[in-house]
């Protein structure tokens, strides 16, 4: 899918000249961005594909993997040239020289991390939860996420060696679904034949495309990796290796969870379920506790929510500090020296949406707010090939980019119109905000 533009096979190749020490490693890179992407949409969301598909849940798996990867051979390209960017807004401004375009660009990443975060307590507070405590879903979504806020204000600190950990708990638990239904259909029960059964009536070309907009939402994160380019050790030869590694193994493992999903229990079962994944294991037999899985599900759920806000809470702040967004959103503790305000202000937005919006609903929003970032970065690659850098970086087949817009358009043609009202109304919101600071910083 790739070529290089030069050959980088050493250190000696880094750019140099950055504030930051350059101390991740391949390894380190890999799982960060593993952690990042495996997160806990998986968790929740196949019960809401087997609405869509059936029993075939690897499909859209699949096929949202292929479209993740056209975006990240894009970022791939651009992190590698420019080790130093700060990510998607950025590359925006560098490609397009337009302070609008950078804020939409921005301005949706935030958007969809604080709707993501929305539809994470939604998870939080469903089948999972409900194996520990019987609380109405709602108000325990809104309670988890003042929980999140106040850990946020407090100060959290985060390193890519404690991602490992997180990594590991996560990963832990989706193996124990593909290793409980192994067991079973090894006992001689399940049934292999759903995995390729559609709903009735469905057509399956319509119904994979439609569940591919959902599961995409389960790759989301690789993104992010953009923002530690200039802390990655010969990011040249050890970013593109690392981000393409990471996707395919969350992929693979994805659909296995999708076909051992399929063979324990019937479609109509699983789209029951906010827990779909506990019903699972429970269908297995192997005798894995409720309360083991449910906490495993449960600590993914909750620190893919935490680190999601911690994200959206620190780049609204930026945007503050820098005069996109009104400066009262700027404002922190005295002695934490947290963004309260941010912290306030997204957690609100957050609690407004986990009353508003389904957890289908919530994942597509995510998802078309994401696909007007990668639209922007795809394009970004293509118009940056005339600005040459002195330094060895990866570059991507023309092609790639190309039909990275392609998929995304795609993508977005398949959102429904209460989606795209969800994002009109997110971005309406940024804009409003955007014209008050700008008005303001001219007083």
């Given at each position: ?13 880094e ?9 991740i ?9 593993l952690?990042?992407v ?30 993740a ?6 970022y ?18 560098r ?38 405590v ?13 929980l999140?806020?106040?850990l ?14 997180m ?10 679904v ?5 067991v ?5 029960r ?9 709903p009735d ?23 992010t ?10 990011p040249s030869?050890v970013?593109?290796?690392a ?20 063979t ?14 506990l ?29 999601t ?9 930026g ?20 963004p309260?305000a ?15 919006g389904?957890?289908?609903?919530l ?16 394009v970004a ?5 005339r600005?040459q ?7 991507v ?21 209460t ?25």
């Amino acid at each position: 899918m790739t070529s290089a533009a030069k050959a980088h096979t050493s250190d000696s190749d880094e750019p140099t000249g950055g504030k930051l020490k350059r101390r991740i490693t391949g390894p380190l890179l890999f799982l960060f961005i593993l952690g990042d992407v495996l997160g806990a949409g998986i968790y929740a969301l196949m019960g809401v594909l087997a609405e869509d598909v059936g029993g075939v849940l690897w499909a859209p798996l699949l096929v949202a993997l292929l479209l993740a990867l056209l975006t990240a051979g894009s970022y791939a390209e651009l992190v590698t040239k420019y080790p130093k960017a700060g990510g998607a807004a950025v590359f925006a401004e560098r490609a397009f020289g337009r302070p609008a375009v950078s804020f939409l660009v921005g301005f949706c990443m935030l958007a969809a991390g604080v709707t993501s975060a929305a539809g994470l307590a939604l998870a939080f507070a469903g089948d999972y939860l409900a194996t520990f405590v019987d609380i109405p879903v709602v108000p325990a979504a809104i309670a988890f996420l003042a929980l999140v806020a106040c850990l946020n204000a407090r100060g959290i600190s985060e390193s890519v060696k404690s991602n490992m950990v997180m990594t590991v708990v996560e990963l832990t638990g989706l193996l124990i679904v593909v290793i409980a239904v192994s067991v079973m259909v090894g006992a001689g029960r399940g049934d292999l034949g759903r995995i390729t059964q559609f709903p009735d009536g469905a057509t399956p070309a319509l119904a994979i495309l439609s569940a591919a907009i959902v599961a995409y939402y389960s790759f989301v994160g690789f993104e992010t990796s953009a923002n530690v380019a200039e802390e990655i050790r010969n990011p040249s030869k050890v970013y593109p290796a690392a981000l393409f590694s990471a996707l395919i193994t969350a992929g693979v493992l994805y659909a296995l969870v999708g076909l051992a999903s399929a063979t324990a229990l019937p479609a109509d079962e699983l789209s029951k379920s906010s827990g779909p994944l506990l019903e699972v294991v429970r269908a297995s037999g192997v005798g894995v506790p409720d309360w083991f899985f449910s906490a495993v599900a449960l600590v993914a759920v909750a620190n893919g929510a935490l680190l999601t806000m911690i994200m959206a809470s620190r780049l609204t702040y930026g945007m503050a500090e820098h005069g996109l967004l009104p400066s009262v959103l700027g404002r922190v503790l005295p002695r934490r020296r947290t963004p309260w305000a941010a912290i306030v202000a997204t957690t609100a937005v957050a609690m407004l949406l986990s009353l508003l919006g389904d957890l289908s609903t919530l994942a597509e929003t995510v998802v078309l707010l994401l696909l007007v970032v990668f639209i922007s970065t795809n394009v970004a690659v293509l118009v940056l090939r005339r600005d040459q850098v002195e330094h060895p970086h990866f570059q991507v087949w023309t092609a790639v980019p190309v039909l990275g817009v392609a998929s995304c358009v795609l993508l977005l043609t398949q959102q429904t119109a209460t989606v795209w009202l969800y994002g009109a109304i997110l971005v309406a919101v940024g804009a409003v905000l955007h014209l008050v600071a700008r008005a303001a910083t001219r007083r």
